[in-house]
């Protein structure tokens, strides 16, 4: 499974930024999104499965929003009320047959 996210960047503090990544393969279970800021530990961000449930960190509920088109096995992070802790790097995650899958990350940064 490759995963090819895209969709970071520079944003002021307040403001919006939508995530998209896409797997390659069939049959792709969980897909979710992670992010790791420098000096801390790689941290789930949400995660949905492909029947729909979902999970997010408390620190983004109410802010972020997870969604996912099995059909092209996309998932998408709709990041609003974006806050400068939120900058980091994000991380695609995908679950196929019990393997872990990464994407190689994308840069999200939010300016005060």
């Known amino acids: 499974v490759q995963l090819q996210a895209s969709g970071g960047g520079l944003v002021q503090a307040g403001g919006s930024l939508r995530l998209s990544c896409a797997a390659s393969g069939s049959m792709i279970g969980v897909m979710g999104w992670y992010r790791q800021a420098p000096g801390n530990e790689r941290e789930l961000v949400a995660q949905?499965?492909?029947?729909?449930?979902?999970n997010y960190a408390d620190s983004v509920k109410g802010r972020f929003t997870i969604s996912r088109d099995n059909a092209k096995n996309t998932v998408y992070l709709q990041m609003s009320s974006l806050r400068v802790e939120d900058t980091a790097i994000y991380y695609c995650?995908?679950?196929?047959?019990?393997?872990?899958?990464w994407g190689k990350g994308t840069q999200v940064t939010v300016s005060s």
């Open positions: 995650h995908a679950i196929r047959w019990g393997g872990n899958y």
């Open positions: 949905i499965s492909p029947e729909g449930e979902i």
